[in-house]
Protein backbone atom coordinates (compact mmCIF):
# COMPACT_ATOMS: atom_id res chain seq x y z
CA UNK A 1 0.00 0.00 0.00
CA UNK A 2 1.70 3.68 -0.98
CA UNK A 3 2.34 6.10 2.00
CA UNK A 4 -0.21 8.56 0.60
CA UNK A 5 -2.76 5.43 0.89
CA UNK A 6 -2.20 4.81 3.84
CA UNK A 7 -1.95 8.13 5.39
CA UNK A 8 -5.68 8.33 4.21
CA UNK A 9 -6.78 4.96 5.81
CA UNK A 10 -5.34 6.50 9.31
CA UNK A 11 -7.28 9.00 9.07
CA UNK A 12 -10.13 7.68 7.51
CA UNK A 13 -10.40 4.64 10.54
CA UNK A 14 -13.83 5.07 12.47
CA UNK A 15 -16.14 6.47 9.94
CA UNK A 16 -17.67 5.45 7.05
CA UNK A 17 -15.09 4.27 4.57
CA UNK A 18 -14.10 2.41 1.75
CA UNK A 19 -10.28 2.01 2.88
CA UNK A 20 -9.65 -0.71 5.22
CA UNK A 21 -6.41 -1.03 7.48
CA UNK A 22 -3.65 -3.03 6.17
CA UNK A 23 -3.69 -6.81 7.56
CA UNK A 24 -0.42 -6.86 8.32
CA UNK A 25 2.41 -4.83 9.57
CA UNK A 26 3.36 -1.61 8.04
CA UNK A 27 7.09 -2.28 6.08
CA UNK A 28 9.64 -1.28 8.75
CA UNK A 29 11.15 1.00 5.67
CA UNK A 30 7.75 2.66 5.28
CA UNK A 31 7.21 2.99 8.95
CA UNK A 32 8.65 6.27 9.66
CA UNK A 33 7.49 8.58 6.74
CA UNK A 34 3.20 6.79 7.73
CA UNK A 35 4.14 8.14 11.28
CA UNK A 36 5.75 11.39 10.08
CA UNK A 37 3.01 12.38 7.79
CA UNK A 38 0.37 11.05 10.30
CA UNK A 39 1.73 13.47 12.77
CA UNK A 40 1.87 16.33 9.98
CA UNK A 41 -1.65 15.72 9.22
CA UNK A 42 -2.29 15.43 13.06
CA UNK A 43 -4.36 12.11 12.17
CA UNK A 44 -1.77 10.11 14.75
CA UNK A 45 -4.68 9.83 16.76
CA UNK A 46 -6.93 8.04 14.04
CA UNK A 47 -4.07 5.77 13.64
CA UNK A 48 -3.67 5.05 17.08
CA UNK A 49 -7.48 4.04 17.69
CA UNK A 50 -6.80 1.91 14.20
CA UNK A 51 -4.26 0.14 16.04
CA UNK A 52 -5.85 0.42 19.36
CA UNK A 53 -9.10 -1.49 18.20
CA UNK A 54 -7.52 -4.16 16.34
CA UNK A 55 -7.93 -3.38 12.91
CA UNK A 56 -4.70 -1.93 11.62
CA UNK A 57 -1.65 -4.73 12.07
CA UNK A 58 1.32 -3.22 13.79
CA UNK A 59 4.51 -5.19 15.40
CA UNK A 60 5.95 -4.34 18.63
CA UNK A 61 8.45 -1.56 17.66
CA UNK A 62 5.99 -0.05 15.71
CA UNK A 63 2.89 -0.35 18.66
CA UNK A 64 5.28 1.08 21.37
CA UNK A 65 6.42 4.08 19.11
CA UNK A 66 2.83 4.75 18.37
CA UNK A 67 1.88 4.76 21.90
CA UNK A 68 4.74 7.29 22.73
CA UNK A 69 3.79 9.77 20.31
CA UNK A 70 0.43 9.72 21.17
CA UNK A 71 0.76 10.16 24.53
CA UNK A 72 3.06 12.68 23.78
CA UNK A 73 -0.11 14.30 22.00
CA UNK A 74 -2.41 14.13 24.38
CA UNK A 75 0.09 15.60 27.44
CA UNK A 76 0.18 18.31 25.18
CA UNK A 77 -3.63 18.54 24.71
CA UNK A 78 -4.29 18.53 28.38
CA UNK A 79 -2.02 21.83 28.54
CA UNK A 80 -3.80 23.33 25.53
CA UNK A 81 -7.03 22.40 27.05
CA UNK A 82 -6.11 24.02 30.82
CA UNK A 83 -4.98 26.99 29.01
CA UNK A 84 -8.75 27.43 27.12
CA UNK A 85 -10.10 26.98 30.67
CA UNK A 86 -8.12 29.67 31.93
CA UNK A 87 -8.55 32.06 28.85
CA UNK A 88 -11.77 31.22 29.06
CA UNK A 89 -12.19 32.34 33.03
CA UNK A 90 -10.59 35.48 32.07
CA UNK A 91 -12.78 36.50 29.37
CA UNK A 92 -15.76 35.43 31.15
CA UNK A 93 -14.82 37.97 34.05
CA UNK A 94 -14.09 40.63 31.37
CA UNK A 95 -17.62 40.42 29.58
CA UNK A 96 -15.61 39.15 26.42
CA UNK A 97 -17.99 36.60 24.43
CA UNK A 98 -16.47 33.56 22.75
CA UNK A 99 -16.87 30.08 21.17
CA UNK A 100 -14.44 27.56 20.78
CA UNK A 101 -13.52 26.47 17.37
CA UNK A 102 -12.00 23.61 15.92
CA UNK A 103 -9.58 20.66 18.24
CA UNK A 104 -11.66 20.62 22.11
CA UNK A 105 -14.46 21.66 20.41
CA UNK A 106 -14.36 18.74 17.77
CA UNK A 107 -12.58 16.23 20.08
CA UNK A 108 -15.00 16.48 22.87
CA UNK A 109 -18.36 16.79 20.95
CA UNK A 110 -17.80 14.86 17.32
CA UNK A 111 -15.43 12.09 18.32
CA UNK A 112 -16.43 8.47 20.09
CA UNK A 113 -13.12 9.40 22.05
CA UNK A 114 -11.47 12.80 22.67
CA UNK A 115 -8.22 11.32 22.51
CA UNK A 116 -8.58 10.19 18.79
CA UNK A 117 -8.40 14.32 17.68
CA UNK A 118 -5.10 15.66 17.94
CA UNK A 119 -4.68 19.27 18.44
CA UNK A 120 -1.69 21.81 18.93
CA UNK A 121 -3.22 25.44 19.71
CA UNK A 122 -6.26 26.92 20.86
CA UNK A 123 -8.58 28.82 18.64
CA UNK A 124 -11.51 30.97 19.84
CA UNK A 125 -14.20 33.21 17.22
CA UNK A 126 -14.99 36.23 18.92
CA UNK A 127 -17.37 38.21 17.97
CA UNK A 128 -16.31 41.57 16.12
CA UNK A 129 -17.00 44.06 18.72
CA UNK A 130 -15.17 42.17 21.73
CA UNK A 131 -11.83 41.30 19.14
CA UNK A 132 -9.98 44.08 20.26
CA UNK A 133 -10.50 43.81 23.86
CA UNK A 134 -10.36 39.93 23.73
CA UNK A 135 -6.62 40.91 21.84
CA UNK A 136 -5.32 43.70 24.45
CA UNK A 137 -6.07 41.25 26.95
CA UNK A 138 -3.90 38.51 26.08
CA UNK A 139 -1.59 40.88 24.59
CA UNK A 140 -1.45 42.16 28.81
CA UNK A 141 -1.28 38.79 30.43
CA UNK A 142 2.36 38.84 28.22
CA UNK A 143 1.09 37.48 24.80
CA UNK A 144 3.09 37.79 21.76
CA UNK A 145 1.05 38.86 18.54
CA UNK A 146 2.87 37.22 15.38
CA UNK A 147 1.88 40.09 13.19
CA UNK A 148 1.37 43.77 13.35
CA UNK A 149 -2.58 45.40 13.03
CA UNK A 150 -2.02 47.03 9.57
CA UNK A 151 -4.01 50.31 10.43
CA UNK A 152 -5.95 50.56 13.60
CA UNK A 153 -9.61 48.95 13.07
CA UNK A 154 -8.33 46.16 10.74
CA UNK A 155 -8.70 43.57 13.69
CA UNK A 156 -12.20 43.98 14.14
CA UNK A 157 -13.50 45.30 10.56
CA UNK A 158 -11.79 43.03 8.76
CA UNK A 159 -8.99 40.53 9.59
CA UNK A 160 -9.65 36.55 9.70
CA UNK A 161 -7.94 36.46 13.34
CA UNK A 162 -4.69 36.51 14.75
CA UNK A 163 -2.15 34.26 16.25
CA UNK A 164 -0.94 34.81 19.92
CA UNK A 165 2.00 32.72 21.75
CA UNK A 166 0.97 33.09 25.49
CA UNK A 167 4.00 33.28 28.16
CA UNK A 168 4.19 29.49 28.40
CA UNK A 169 4.22 29.20 24.61
CA UNK A 170 0.90 27.78 24.16
CA UNK A 171 -0.61 29.72 21.12
CA UNK A 172 -3.94 31.24 20.93
CA UNK A 173 -5.26 32.15 17.88
CA UNK A 174 -8.55 34.78 18.49
CA UNK A 175 -10.44 34.84 15.36
CA UNK A 176 -12.88 37.23 14.03
CA UNK A 177 -14.33 34.92 11.34
CA UNK A 178 -13.76 31.41 10.04
CA UNK A 179 -11.73 32.03 6.58
CA UNK A 180 -9.07 34.91 5.51
CA UNK A 181 -10.34 36.52 2.38
CA UNK A 182 -13.99 37.25 0.45
CA UNK A 183 -15.22 33.87 1.47
CA UNK A 184 -14.22 35.21 5.30
CA UNK A 185 -15.54 38.60 4.56
CA UNK A 186 -18.75 36.88 3.46
CA UNK A 187 -19.59 35.02 6.15
CA UNK A 188 -22.94 35.83 8.17
CA UNK A 189 -21.44 36.25 11.69
CA UNK A 190 -24.72 36.07 13.27
CA UNK A 191 -25.58 33.36 12.00
CA UNK A 192 -22.17 31.78 13.08
CA UNK A 193 -22.27 32.56 16.36
CA UNK A 194 -26.06 31.72 17.20
CA UNK A 195 -27.07 28.50 18.52
CA UNK A 196 -23.80 27.58 20.28
CA UNK A 197 -23.51 23.93 21.66
CA UNK A 198 -21.55 23.73 24.64
CA UNK A 199 -18.48 21.45 25.45
CA UNK A 200 -17.37 19.49 28.96
CA UNK A 201 -14.01 19.76 29.11
CA UNK A 202 -12.18 19.34 32.99
CA UNK A 203 -15.42 19.91 34.47
CA UNK A 204 -16.00 23.39 33.02
CA UNK A 205 -18.54 24.01 30.01
CA UNK A 206 -17.42 26.12 27.25
CA UNK A 207 -19.54 27.36 24.60
CA UNK A 208 -19.01 26.00 21.09
CA UNK A 209 -19.87 26.95 17.70
CA UNK A 210 -23.20 24.70 17.14
CA UNK A 211 -23.04 21.25 14.84
CA UNK A 212 -24.36 23.03 11.41
CA UNK A 213 -21.52 25.60 11.91
CA UNK A 214 -18.74 23.08 13.07
CA UNK A 215 -19.45 21.24 9.67
CA UNK A 216 -19.37 24.34 7.84
CA UNK A 217 -16.05 25.50 9.46
CA UNK A 218 -14.57 22.01 8.67
CA UNK A 219 -15.63 22.64 5.03
CA UNK A 220 -13.88 26.56 5.31
CA UNK A 221 -10.71 24.92 7.06
CA UNK A 222 -10.58 22.23 4.65
CA UNK A 223 -11.18 23.63 1.10
CA UNK A 224 -9.64 27.66 2.21
CA UNK A 225 -7.19 26.89 4.91
CA UNK A 226 -4.34 25.50 2.33
CA UNK A 227 -3.59 24.44 -1.01
CA UNK A 228 -4.70 21.00 -1.08
CA UNK A 229 -7.07 19.56 1.23
CA UNK A 230 -5.28 18.47 4.54
CA UNK A 231 -7.26 15.34 6.05
CA UNK A 232 -7.71 16.18 9.75
CA UNK A 233 -11.15 18.28 8.60
CA UNK A 234 -11.86 16.62 6.32
CA UNK A 235 -12.10 13.97 8.75
CA UNK A 236 -13.80 16.14 10.77
CA UNK A 237 -16.23 17.04 8.32
CA UNK A 238 -17.24 13.81 7.98
CA UNK A 239 -17.41 13.11 11.70
CA UNK A 240 -19.51 15.87 12.17
CA UNK A 241 -21.93 14.81 9.60
CA UNK A 242 -22.58 11.10 10.87
CA UNK A 243 -24.76 10.03 13.05
CA UNK A 244 -22.65 8.48 16.48
CA UNK A 245 -20.31 9.58 19.07
CA UNK A 246 -22.30 12.86 20.20
CA UNK A 247 -24.29 13.05 17.97
CA UNK A 248 -27.70 10.45 18.13
CA UNK A 249 -28.98 11.46 14.47
CA UNK A 250 -26.69 12.33 11.06
CA UNK A 251 -26.28 16.45 10.44
CA UNK A 252 -29.71 17.93 9.18
CA UNK A 253 -28.04 19.20 5.28
CA UNK A 254 -31.28 21.56 5.44
CA UNK A 255 -29.15 23.35 8.30
CA UNK A 256 -26.30 23.34 6.31
CA UNK A 257 -26.82 24.93 3.33
CA UNK A 258 -29.34 27.31 4.25
CA UNK A 259 -26.37 28.62 6.63
CA UNK A 260 -23.81 28.77 3.73
CA UNK A 261 -25.94 30.12 0.95
CA UNK A 262 -26.74 33.06 3.72
CA UNK A 263 -22.54 33.77 3.87
CA UNK A 264 -22.36 32.67 0.08
CA UNK A 265 -20.06 29.69 0.65
CA UNK A 266 -22.43 27.07 -0.87
CA UNK A 267 -19.64 26.32 -3.38
CA UNK A 268 -16.73 25.92 -0.16
CA UNK A 269 -19.28 23.22 0.82
CA UNK A 270 -19.54 21.32 -2.10
CA UNK A 271 -16.04 21.15 -2.71
CA UNK A 272 -15.24 20.12 0.70
CA UNK A 273 -17.76 17.12 0.16
CA UNK A 274 -15.73 16.16 -2.94
CA UNK A 275 -12.49 16.12 -1.59
CA UNK A 276 -14.05 14.00 1.66
CA UNK A 277 -15.42 11.41 -0.44
CA UNK A 278 -12.16 11.34 -2.84
CA UNK A 279 -9.22 11.51 -0.22
CA UNK A 280 -10.95 9.09 2.73
CA UNK A 281 -13.67 7.25 0.40
CA UNK A 282 -16.18 8.52 3.09
CA UNK A 283 -19.36 6.86 2.07
CA UNK A 284 -21.10 10.15 2.63
CA UNK A 285 -24.88 10.13 3.30
CA UNK A 286 -26.78 10.16 0.18
CA UNK A 287 -28.18 13.58 -0.38
CA UNK A 288 -25.18 15.20 0.69
CA UNK A 289 -22.91 13.63 -2.06
CA UNK A 290 -25.73 14.25 -4.62
CA UNK A 291 -25.96 17.72 -3.95
CA UNK A 292 -22.08 18.13 -3.89
CA UNK A 293 -21.83 16.63 -7.82
CA UNK A 294 -25.11 18.73 -8.95
CA UNK A 295 -23.86 21.80 -7.65
CA UNK A 296 -22.30 24.22 -10.64
CA UNK A 297 -19.95 27.03 -9.00
CA UNK A 298 -20.82 30.35 -10.89
CA UNK A 299 -18.30 32.72 -12.37
CA UNK A 300 -17.95 34.70 -8.85
CA UNK A 301 -17.52 31.51 -6.91
CA UNK A 302 -14.82 30.28 -9.37
CA UNK A 303 -13.02 33.85 -9.58
CA UNK A 304 -12.72 33.23 -5.41
CA UNK A 305 -11.88 30.04 -4.90
CA UNK A 306 -8.96 30.73 -7.76
CA UNK A 307 -7.22 32.55 -4.80
CA UNK A 308 -7.27 29.73 -2.61
CA UNK A 309 -6.63 26.47 -4.41
CA UNK A 310 -3.80 25.22 -5.79
CA UNK A 311 -1.10 27.13 -7.86
CA UNK A 312 -3.06 29.99 -7.90
CA UNK A 313 -3.35 30.66 -4.18
CA UNK A 314 -1.72 33.77 -3.22
CA UNK A 315 -2.41 36.18 -0.40
CA UNK A 316 -2.77 39.30 -2.86
CA UNK A 317 -5.11 37.25 -5.06
CA UNK A 318 -7.26 36.56 -1.64
CA UNK A 319 -7.08 40.39 -0.85
CA UNK A 320 -7.95 41.70 -4.26
CA UNK A 321 -11.11 39.56 -4.57
CA UNK A 322 -11.92 39.89 -1.09
CA UNK A 323 -13.07 43.89 -2.20
CA UNK A 324 -16.27 42.25 -3.60
CA UNK A 325 -16.74 40.96 0.00
CA UNK A 326 -16.24 44.13 1.88
CA UNK A 327 -19.33 46.03 1.60
CA UNK A 328 -19.33 49.76 0.72
CA UNK A 329 -17.13 52.13 -0.80
CA UNK A 330 -15.45 53.76 2.29
CA UNK A 331 -15.01 50.23 4.25
CA UNK A 332 -13.50 48.75 0.50
CA UNK A 333 -10.68 51.68 0.48
CA UNK A 334 -10.41 51.55 4.20
CA UNK A 335 -9.60 47.80 3.60
CA UNK A 336 -7.49 48.18 0.41
CA UNK A 337 -5.72 51.19 2.54
CA UNK A 338 -4.80 48.53 5.03
CA UNK A 339 -3.36 46.22 2.98
CA UNK A 340 -1.10 47.99 0.46
CA UNK A 341 0.10 50.61 2.66
CA UNK A 342 0.15 49.75 6.29
CA UNK A 343 1.34 52.07 8.60
CA UNK A 344 3.94 50.38 9.75
CA UNK A 345 5.76 50.26 5.81
CA UNK A 346 9.07 52.19 5.36
CA UNK A 347 9.28 55.07 3.00
CA UNK A 348 11.38 54.74 0.22
CA UNK A 349 11.95 52.14 -2.29
CA UNK A 350 9.45 49.68 -0.29
CA UNK A 351 6.27 52.19 0.13
CA UNK A 352 6.34 52.82 -3.44
CA UNK A 353 6.33 49.27 -4.41
CA UNK A 354 3.19 49.14 -1.68
CA UNK A 355 1.90 51.43 -3.81
CA UNK A 356 2.46 50.36 -6.99
CA UNK A 357 1.12 47.24 -5.68
CA UNK A 358 -2.34 48.50 -3.91
CA UNK A 359 -2.89 50.42 -7.87
CA UNK A 360 -1.94 46.67 -9.53
CA UNK A 361 -4.48 45.75 -7.10
CA UNK A 362 -7.32 48.46 -8.36
CA UNK A 363 -6.55 47.86 -11.72
CA UNK A 364 -7.37 43.93 -11.02
CA UNK A 365 -10.36 44.29 -8.95
CA UNK A 366 -11.67 46.86 -12.08
CA UNK A 367 -11.44 44.56 -14.60
CA UNK A 368 -12.60 41.43 -12.46
CA UNK A 369 -16.01 43.85 -11.57
CA UNK A 370 -16.18 44.75 -15.75
CA UNK A 371 -16.55 41.40 -16.56
CA UNK A 372 -18.93 40.29 -13.69
CA UNK A 373 -20.89 43.04 -15.16
CA UNK A 374 -20.58 41.66 -18.48
CA UNK A 375 -21.99 37.86 -18.01
CA UNK A 376 -24.57 39.30 -16.11
Do not use: N
Given at each position: ?6 V ?21 E ?52 RR????A???A????R?L ?15 A ?6 I???I ?16 G??H ?20 P ?15 F???L ?6 D??D ?5 GM ?30 R???Q ?22 A???E????A ?17 V?W ?20 G???A ?5 A?E??P?WR??A ?25 L ?8 S ?8
Amino acid sequence: MELDTLVRTAAAWGIATDLDPPATPVAPEAWPGLVARATGERVIGTLAAAVRDGAWAVDEHQARELRDRHRAWMGAALRLERRLLTTADDFAAAGIRFLVLKGPAAAHLDYADPADRCFGDIDLLIPPAHLEAARDLLVAQGGRRHYREPRPGFDRRFTKGLSITMPDDLEVDVHRTLAAGPFGLALDLDRIHDAPDRVLIGGMAVPALGRPQRFLHACYHAVLGSAEPRLVPLRDLAQIAEAGAGHREPLALDAVLDLARASRGEAVVAAAIRAATDRLGWRAPHELVAWAHARVDDRREQRWLAGYRGAGRAYATQAVTALEAVPGWRDKAAYLLAVTLPEEASHGDARRARWHRGLTALRRTARSATRAQSVQ
